[in-house]
């Protein structure tokens, strides 16, 4: 039964490989040198997908993108994420500390690209056995996103 | 004994031969077909895997009452838009936010007859925005917005009986028309004998105003016409852009036996109606305001919203017995005709005399010059009858059996459907010579040409609609789907492409190339501009509520779950209403809905988009609900569980999800 429910994701992932527009393609052409599965390091630590270099982020929590990043939580993460505990997707109050926030971002940006490409995304789809959607946001969404589960794991 | 059964039997196929004598003089051979060498026809209609086709085609739905979506030229059907009928499919017309849609002064009427779609214009030419679309039982138009293909608004008309001389618009979507095809007495309901038709009963043309912005339609005037059957119509183009022409049958006034009592007359009417002027007379006070009841259907929404009913009590008239000014004027045509068609300049006005001999072709120059010389034969309830001689253009010779509809190329040339001989003629517009002629499978009704009925048709195809099968697919009982046929019309000979069955009865239909379409289509429903009102847009905010019988469940959905997914606490003798949203953000990702006995449809949702459906559970006991569109790997699963208790049981009403 396991094997079949393997089965049904490869073929999941290979038909809506298309999805979501941006995939890892943009890594290809960042010059950098390549490394596990094609990736550079910069990928394989801060993800695959439309933010491809560090970004500046001060240490102390921008309100006005918190708030922000709590109403596109609510609104488009919710339904599959709790802060504690596993639901259809991981946890996520502690995983600003765990991921980077470029990390965060990509996956946000790029799900069905880094399900299909990164080999943490992979391990989540294993794990989870759900191709996490593409909810429709930009990068400024994102980033407020990061600013919200930043400022979770700080204060929890 | 025997003999006389012989003789039956002879007679039978005598019978019998005849008829199959007739089929083949009037349809031709299949075998005869003019074609391109198979290889070549399939290379022209041949879109690769993945690739887009060059056109949009919208094809009406007759008798199905929808408007079915074509990638032309390969003929790939895109979707089946709901319009004037039901759709269990998506839940269009079961659902709260679409059953509004539905409503008339005659009540809930869940179907109708779709005619003839006819796209928004800027200029005279296709702009993509909107689609309008005729019902001729219950006289309605209908608008689609090209965004979401998505019926958006339905106008009934007052005082009109089968409208279908509609939905035709004017050069930049100033107006839609409608008009009676059967005359009626004017008057609301009014109970007059049939045989005083004559003295009670009129036609009525209508002007739907539209608003450039919303596309919102409203009944901006009508004109009450002498009791013929107005049948077709067209707006003007470039000189004519200020006119509108409708062609009428039974000037005869026949309210019985038409097909024998309306045939009489040589000549009825194609009506110009000079439309700019006649809104004028109305801003000037020359209408009168009369009782009326109509319905107006359409959403209160920007984005998605749902579907309200308005009432409308009245209506402006304008009554040529009744205004001075001329406005309107009749041009003499033979016989009983049938199409009224603009070639791309506006200069030629082409009537279908269905049973007429020729093609009469009338000059818009010629027809100005004999209103400014006043040659007018007589006047028929204060309408000028300009004199045949002065309007016409010229008469094609020989055009077949049973001329019906024209569609232009823009390159000089007409191109004329003619029904019982079954074949398509091409005629010069400089000559007015037929130049080739090509048959039809079977018994042609509309033509179109691929962005056709604008001041700039991109002629590369032309679709014929026909109204019988017969032999053309692999038989599919006593009544076979009807066909359309695809011709390459690019250059001197038409050829066959294609052939293949359609939905309904396709009536007219209209391409536009895709690319003016194909940017604007949304891919989703923008969550954070969900304004319909039940809308959840926090999945936090799932819950049920009671309000004395009402129940409403307000329901999110994600891939692979409901939530909520058990609910107990509903009664019998609830009304349960499932306010659904699908939480997804995703082009394409659908989730729908069904509850086991319900009697009610499925919805479907799409990604953002919330939808009501309304149940009334008649027996105790647990009610699995489930996911109707397969959307992931764990679709199986993505089920839920309502519990119904008695109606006088003491369960409280609880929600929960993962507990």
Redesign the interface.
Known sequence: MKSL?TL??S??LIFTAC??GNSGQQADSSGEPEQEQGLSDFEMEHGIGPITERIDISDDIDEDLRVRGQEIF???C???HNMEGR??GPALGDVAERRSPEYLMNMVLNPGGMARNHPEGQKLVQEY??VM?????TEEDARALVEYLRDYSMNN | MSKKKNNKLRGILFGAGFVALAAFLFTGCPSDQRMLQSGDAAQKVYVAPGDHDEFYGFFSGGYSGQLSVWGLPSARMLKVIPVFSQDPETGYGYSEETKPLFNTSYGFIPWDDSHHPHISQTEGDSDGRWIFINANNTPRIARIDLTTFETKEILELPNTGGNHASSYVTSNTEYVIGATRFSIPYEKDLDVPINSYSDEFRGALSFIQVDQETGMMEMDFQIVVPPYNYDLGRAGKGVSGDWVFFTTYNTEEAHTMLEVNASRNDKDFIAAVNWKKAAELVRNGHGKTMDAEYYHNHYNGQNQGVAVSEVKNEVTVLDTREVDENFIYYLPTPKSPHGVDLDPTGEYIVGGGKLATVIPVHSFSNMLEAIENEEFDEFIDGIPVLNYDATIAGEVENPGLGPLHTEFDGKGYAYTSVYISSEIVKWSLDTFEVVDRIDSYYSIGHLMITGGDTVDPDAQYMVGLTKTAKDRYLPTGPKQNHPAQLYDISGDKMELLLDFPTIGEPHYAQAIRADKIKDNVKQ?Y???ENDHPNAI????DNRVERNGRDVHIYM?A????F?PDNIEGVKVGDTVYLHLTN?????D?VHGIAIKGSTNSEILVAP?QTKTIKWEPTRTGIYPFYCTAFC???HQEMQGYIRVSAPDSNVDLKWST?E
């Open positions: 429910l049904l994701f073929i999941t999805s979501g609510e609104m488009k919710e339904m599959c639901m259809v056995m759900t959607p593409f909810q429709n946001v | 989703i923008e969550m954070e847009t926090r999945i936090s999110g994600t891939r692979s779950h939530r939480m997804e953000q995703e082009w990702v953002g992931s790997a764990l993962n």
